[in-house]
C-alpha cells in the first residue's frame, strides 16, 4: 500500500498497551477507535487528504466492516470512500451457540480464540457474569487471556476442547444477547462500496461464517464485493486478495 503512494495509519487495539483489558471483537469500539485514527492522524499532519479507506485483516477486517457501517455518520468532516476486509471475524455468537461442556470440536488456535471471546465480552459488559460459564481449567485460560499474546495463548490451550473451558452452554443464559450486543457485524449501514475476501481453507475464521455474513448482508439490501480464494489458507487469503483489492481501492479514490 505504502508503494501505491497511501498515508498508512495504524495503531494497536484498545486495552493492547494501554490500561484496561482489551475488549476483543468489540466491533462499535473498534470502529470508533479506526475512526478517530485518522482524525488523529490529520491533526498531527494536516498534508494529508480527508479521503480515507478502511483495510484489515482477521480481527481487523471485522473491525473494517464495523467501521464501514459508521464511518460517514460517525466522522461526517471527513471523506469516508470504502473499506477492505479479508477473513473477515463474524457470526461468532452464532458458533458458539453450539459450544458446551461437551464439545470436542476445535483446535488450539480455537480455544485459544474463544478464550479472547469470552475475556472480550466481559471486558466489554463487566457486569456480565462470565465466570458462571467456566469451569477452573476455563477461568485460568481466560485470565491468561488478558496479557498473552495470540501464539502464547495457544500454546498454552494445547491440549484443551472447547467443553473443558465450559460449565454449561454458552446457549443458556444471558451470553447470547450481551454477546450480540457487542460482536454481531451490522447487516446495513453502509453506504460506500465494501470489498469482503475469505480463503476457502481458513481455519481461523471458517468460510461458512464468512457466507453467511455475505448472505445475511444481502438479504438486508446490502451487496459488498465478494471475492472467494480456492486452496487459500487465513493469511493466504489476504495475499492473495491483493490483486483484487488494490484495484479495488485505487476506484475509490478515482
Known amino acids: 500500500w505504502l508503494k501505491q503512494g497511501y498515508a498508512i495509519v495504524a495503531t494497536d487495539y484498545i486495552g493492547l498497551g494501554t490500561p484496561g483489558v482489551h475488549a476483543y471483537l468489540d466491533g462499535r469500539a473498534e470502529a470508533h477507535a479506526a475512526i478517530d485514527m485518522v482524525r ?5 499532519d494536516d498534508s494529508l ?3 480515507w479507506v478502511a483495510i484489515g485483516q482477521s480481527q481487523g477486517g471485522g473491525a ?4 464501514a457501517s459508521l464511518a460517514t455518520r460517525y466522522a461526517p468532516e471527513l471523506d469516508y470512500r470504502g473499506a477492505v476486509a479479508t477473513g473477515p471475524a463474524s457470526n461468532i455468537v452464532d458458533a458458539a451457540t453450539l459450544v458446551g461442556p461437551g464439545t470436542t470440536f476445535g483446535s488450539s488456535h480455537i480455544t485459544a480464540y474463544s478464550a ?5 465480552v466481559k471486558a466489554a459488559r463487566p457486569d456480565f457474569d462470565l465466570d458462571s460459564y467456566l469451569t477452573p481449567q476455563g477461568k485460568q485460560l481466560v485470565e491468561d487471556a488478558k496479557t498473552l499474546c495470540f501464539g502464547p495463548l495457544a500454546d498454552r490451550a494445547e491440549g484443551l476442547t472447547l467443553g473443558q473451558l465450559l460449565s ?9 444477547p450481551v454477546a450480540r450486543s457487542v460482536m454481531d457485524v451490522p447487516l446495513t449501514g453502509y453506504d460506500r462500496p465494501l470489498f469482503i475476501g475469505q480463503g476457502t481453507n481458513d481455519t481461523d475464521v471458517p468460510a461458512p461464517l464468512t457466507a453467511k455474513l455475505v448472505a445475511d448482508m444481502t438479504l438486508a439490501g446490502t451487496h459488498p464485493e465478494v471475492h472467494v480464494y480456492p486452496g487459500k489458507d487465513h493469511s493466504g487469503a489476504m495475499l492473495a486478495s491483493l490483486a ?3 484495484p479495488f481501492v485505487a476506484r475509490l479514490f478515482a
Do not use: E, H, I
Open 40 to 44: 488523529a492522524a490529520r491533526a498531527v
Open 49 to 51: 487528504a480527508s479521503k
Open 64 to 67: 473494517a466492516v464495523f467501521t
Open 116 to 120: 479472547y471471546v469470552l475475556n472480550g
Open 168 to 176: 454449561r452452554p454458552l446457549s443458556d443464559g444471558d451470553f447470547v
Open 244 to 246: 483484487d483489492s488494490v
